[in-house]
């Protein structure tokens, strides 16, 4: 666990530690770098390849500029139950707006959105659902729109949990984001949902950079509005990125391929395809939700998030499973122990 | 020329200075970021903002974050004359590619092309260039179009002045992409031409990594070719990054809106009128074509980088115009004295 913990230690020991701890009496002490990971095979996996590809003696080294991460947000990096939460986005906007839209009393699919009629909104189906985006994530400049997503994601509740959306965020992940960049890996979020949902809080909650998320677009319209020039965003998808639209994402924004993949749902499978076609030392990997009590559990017959193909293929092809029941110490950053490095009121 | 200067002397300090140049007795000598450049009003503005922007203390500071400049390529950064490079590499593969196409022989616009015809080649207008481009640079896989472009950049010589088109990047502006970057700006090449053509020399050129590069796109193709994913480029025009098309792109490649940005052509000024309109100081330049000898002197009625509309922009606007006559001391690397650090051999 050579160079890649040691730079943990480094960049821990500046922030955190009290001086000496890093290197005691009988040789350096290693603080774990993924403490929310139980100790076993997956957590070595990942341990394993940074260490193979970050230390110069291996033959696996990989030079920092090549040490490109991708990321699936929905299910991989945050909870996806039992509905993707840029859906519950959308239907939070259908019932702020509803005031200005006398008609959708009456208009399906906005009627069921707002009598909280789940069937007729299930019967709406994709066409239902583009309608309601159409109407909420539409039509707005890109400066207002960023203006309400970041109002939104401040205020707004998960349904079941009552809990911000940004505390449903994966604990170990985050930890691996940290674990990753401390080893100067780049990492880039590839998701589904839409880039501009993502921009504005992905930096705070993840610590990426807004020019490093990939995600679906709508096309965009420059023009000029009390002689300022604006993007309007269009009611027309301009790119869905899902499956085989990761890679060619991947390809268009980055250039480079990963080295390192990680998904949750046969979405993912394409990206990680194309991750393990490259030549030296990589790492694919799928969260599997099995943890009914703590999250949820689900895979091959789930609408959301369907895991099936990928994980026959990842089993076939010795790619990293992460079963979150067994893997994880805890799910989400709110039900970790309280820190030693806090004081302790009661 | 406090946060700026200094840090380019920490930089040319570690690389190239002898021990203790940056500060001799009298104080700190602080090295010109920008030798090539002659000393007037074009240089000063630059210098000015980059000193404004990087000041703790400056009412117009900007953490490193938002610290985004974007620069067109083709006759901003190197040369486009007669005709944009790109344009040659496309010649050049049809003549490359001609013992595979007999029929090209009777066939236009390749029999233009191989009779090196430029009348008929001209009146093929922009639907026999289309017809060019599907023929030479789609078709392949992106990796085999990584390797024709890698090839083509090492050999080819730019057929007026006998050199290679890399050697015929502008002197002024790799220094000033260094001078951006010490000062922690995030440097995009905002480009009308292929992304694909320029990610595989970017980086030892100009230093810029493939990711931070934006240009157009053909559509590609994610399939399985001997069970290995591949990416095929279709001759399938993706999207043109240009006029309109650039702040589109940025919005969507970077989320953020640049706080700097260089052109030379009614190509950029959007791009450029984008980067005007966000709050606090903000740079926005126009490299102007005024050396015939040296380079070459076109503006307003040029067919190739047009400068028309963006000049009266920026003389209106009060944005920065370089007048490379006047304001470089050189125009490509070739043509420095020789470096004092260098050995004179004769």
């Given at each position: 666990?050579?160079?890649?913990?040691?730079?943990?230690?480094?960049?821990?020991?500046?922030?955190?530690?009290?001086?000496?701890?890093?290197?005691?009496?009988?040789?350096?002490?290693?603080?774990?770098?993924?403490?929310?990971?139980?100790?076993?095979?997956?957590?070595?996996?990942?341990?394993?390849?940074?260490?193979?590809?970050?230390?110069?003696?291996?033959?696996?080294?990989?030079?920092?500029?090549?040490?490109?991460?991708?990321?699936?947000?929905?299910?991989?990096?945050?909870?996806?139950?039992?509905?993707?939460?840029?859906?519950?986005?959308?239907?939070?906007?259908?019932?702020?707006?509803?005031?200005?839209?006398?008609?959708?009393?009456?208009?399906?699919?906005?009627?069921?959105?707002?009598?909280?009629?789940?069937?007729?909104?299930?019967?709406?189906?994709?066409?239902?659902?583009?309608?309601?985006?159409?109407?909420?994530?539409?039509?707005?400049?890109?400066?207002?729109?960023?203006?309400?997503?970041?109002?939104?994601?401040?205020?707004?509740?998960?349904?079941?949990?009552?809990?911000?959306?940004?505390?449903?965020?994966?604990?170990?992940?985050?930890?691996?984001?940290?674990?990753?960049?401390?080893?100067?890996?780049?990492?880039?979020?590839?998701?589904?949902?839409s880039i501009e949902f993502m921009r504005p809080w992905?930096?705070?909650?993840?610590?990426?950079?807004?020019?490093?998320?990939?995600?679906?677009?709508?096309?965009?319209?420059?023009?000029?509005?009390?002689?300022?020039?604006?993007?309007?965003?269009?009611p027309k998808i301009d790119f869905i990125n899902d499956?085989?639209?990761?890679?060619?994402?991947?390809?268009?924004?980055?250039?480079?391929?990963?080295?390192?993949?990680?998904?949750?749902?046969?979405?993912?499978?394409?990206?990680?395809?194309?991750?393990?076609?490259?030549?030296?030392?990589?790492?694919?990997?799928?969260?599997?939700?099995?943890?009914?009590?703590?999250?949820?559990?689900?895979?091959?017959?789930?609408?959301?998030?369907?895991?099936?193909?990928?994980?026959?293929?990842?089993?076939?092809?010795?790619?990293?499973?992460?079963?979150?029941?067994?893997?994880?110490?805890?799910?989400?950053?709110?039900?970790?122990?309280?820190?030693?490095?806090?004081?302790?009121?009661?």
């Amino acid at each position: 666990m050579k160079s890649g913990i040691s730079r943990v230690c480094v960049g821990l020991f500046l922030t955190f530690m009290p001086a000496g701890s890093c290197f005691a009496e009988t040789g350096p002490v290693l603080p774990d770098p993924l403490p929310s990971w139980n100790d076993g095979a997956t957590k070595q996996s990942i341990v394993d390849f940074v260490n193979a590809v970050t230390d110069k003696s291996s033959p696996d080294y990989v030079p920092p500029r090549q040490r490109i991460a991708t990321f699936d947000n929905d299910g991989t990096l945050w909870s996806e139950r039992p509905v993707y939460f840029q859906l519950f986005f959308i239907l939070d906007r259908v019932n702020a707006l509803a005031p200005k839209h006398p008609e959708w009393k009456t208009e399906q699919p906005f009627k069921a959105v707002l009598e909280g009629d789940r069937e007729a909104l299930a019967a709406a189906g994709k066409e239902g659902l583009l309608k309601l985006a159409a109407a909420t994530i539409t039509g707005m400049t890109s400066a207002e729109f960023k203006t309400i997503v970041k109002d939104w994601i401040r205020t707004a509740k998960h349904p079941l949990l009552k809990r911000s959306y940004t505390d449903l965020v994966f604990q170990p992940m985050l930890e691996l984001l940290d674990y990753l960049r401390a080893n100067e890996f780049k990492i880039f979020i590839v998701s589904g949902g839409s880039i501009e949902f993502m921009r504005p809080w992905v930096k705070e909650v993840y610590g990426v950079p807004a020019e490093q998320v990939i995600g679906s677009t709508v096309s965009t319209k420059f023009e000029f509005r009390d002689r300022t020039p604006v993007l309007v965003r269009l009611p027309k998808i301009d790119f869905i990125n899902d499956k085989a639209g990761k890679p060619i994402s991947i390809h268009k924004f980055i250039g480079k391929r990963p080295i390192a993949a990680f998904g949750n749902s046969d979405g993912d499978l394409q990206m990680l395809q194309w991750t393990a076609a490259g030549s030296g030392k990589r790492l694919m990997a799928l969260i599997h939700h099995t943890d009914q009590e703590r999250e949820w559990a689900y895979d091959r017959k789930s609408r959301i998030g369907r895991l099936d193909k990928a994980l026959d293929q990842a089993r076939e092809k010795g790619w990293t499973v992460v079963d979150m029941k067994n893997d994880w110490k805890v799910i989400y950053p709110f039900e970790r122990q309280p820190s030693r490095l806090q004081p302790v009121t009661k």
